[in-house]
């Protein structure tokens, strides 16, 4: 298919190997995710060449980078890729202009296009332009490293843990930067991240990777939700629902939102009215009851179709739940699950605490 990214490698290290057969979405965020010695660099090191799979297969909308049945391999420089490290790796004696100029140089362009100054109001920087790498917090030498990608106006953009050398305060300032990439640039991402919550706040789709091997892979809401993986039976699994700012309550400082299928009361949330955004709602804050609750302290109470159900071996429940179109995960006890008499299929009533929702 041409509007996607077909993506096929085997490579062996003796200690480590990589195989994977992926075709991922031709535009949007693209999460690898797993653990250290996964196999996400190394597939993302595959995929800007840097990496060369002795048997592999790389086709990017179309365009055939790689295929090692007929002797093809298109070295880094010719790949039309962006890349960003964990490091910003700017020029130290060069202005934030000077470096986003430097790329544009090799290829025989100017800074004076309507792309370059699309980048640089999309990332925030554009009062940085003449300072030095020295005067910028770590947030904005990492902005400007993503902008010195996108100038070149690449085919795809390559992500490798591109918050993991910055603090806590620096990652939710560059965060919001990150989330308008897939909304306002026509370019596919790859993004490598072992944060649970990257992964909530960008993926679209997502990639589960193990020892070299996909666990799975598919759109971000379904796969957090499969019962099968572990990401589903974790202390910290949660579901991502996408939603719309629709009315505020400052009284009792609380925002509701929609969604497709009903309505949610969340704590209160600092945006317009009309705003689309992300919500998380933790699997241990779910609980579920046969019948509406007449007296509860829950705001958002909610029917729900039970479709799928799993036992763990700690006396505990994992129930993957269907609300209007949006999967739920609920951990609750294997004893309530009993007593409730709880099966696949069953209409049921989810009551998620307005407390436990982050967006």
Not at 96 to 117: H, M, P, W
């Amino acid at each position: 298919m041409t509007d996607s990214i077909i993506a096929q490698f085997k490579l062996d290290y003796g200690t480590f190997a990589l195989n994977v057969d992926l075709q991922l979405p031709s535009s949007g965020i693209t999460v690898l995710f797993g653990h250290s010695g996964s196999g996400k660099t190394t597939l993302l090191r595959c995929i800007a060449g840097l990496q060369h799979a002795p048997q592999g297969f790389l086709s990017i909308n179309g365009n055939l980078w790689q295929d090692s049945d007929n002797k093809l391999f298109l070295p880094t420089h010719k790949r039309s890729l962006g890349y960003v490290f964990q490091e910003a790796n700017l020029f130290a004696h060069l202005t934030v202009l000077g470096n986003l100029s430097y790329g544009l140089k090799r290829i025989g362009q100017t800074a004076k296009t309507e792309k370059f100054d699309q980048v640089i109001e999309l990332l925030g920087i554009t009062h940085l332009m003449e300072r030095l790498p020295e005067r910028l917090s770590g947030g904005e030498r990492q902005r400007v490293a993503i902008a010195r990608a996108l100038v070149l106006n690449p085919e795809i953009l390559l992500m490798d843990e591109p918050l993991a050398s910055l603090d806590a305060k620096r990652k939710q300032e560059i965060l919001p930067f990150l989330t308008r990439l897939h909304s306002e640039l026509n370019i596919p991402v790859l993004y490598v991240t072992h944060s649970q919550q990257e992964v909530a706040q960008l993926a679209d789709y997502l990639v589960l990777l193990a020892d070299g091997n996909v666990q799975a892979a598919g759109l971000l809401a379904d796969t957090l939700s499969r019962l099968d993986l572990p990401q589903a039976q974790d202390r910290q699994a949660a579901s991502v629902w996408q939603v719309t700012v629709i009315e505020h309550d400052p009284a009792y400082h609380l925002t509701r939102v929609a969604f497709a299928g009903g309505e949610l009361s969340v704590p209160v949330i600092n945006a317009a009215l009309g705003i689309s955004l992300r919500i998380q709602i933790y699997a241990r804050d779910v609980s579920i009851t046969l019948e509406v609750a007449k007296t509860t302290s829950i705001l958002n109470v909610l029917p729900a179709t039970i479709t799928d159900i799993v036992d763990d071996e700690a006396g505990q429940s994992m129930i993957r739940l269907r609300v209007g179109s949006q999967p739920l995960l609920a951990h609750i006890t294997r004893k309530s699950a009993h007593l409730l008499a709880l099966q696949t299929g069953m209409m049921v009533y989810v009551q998620i605490k307005g407390t436990s929702i982050l967006n």
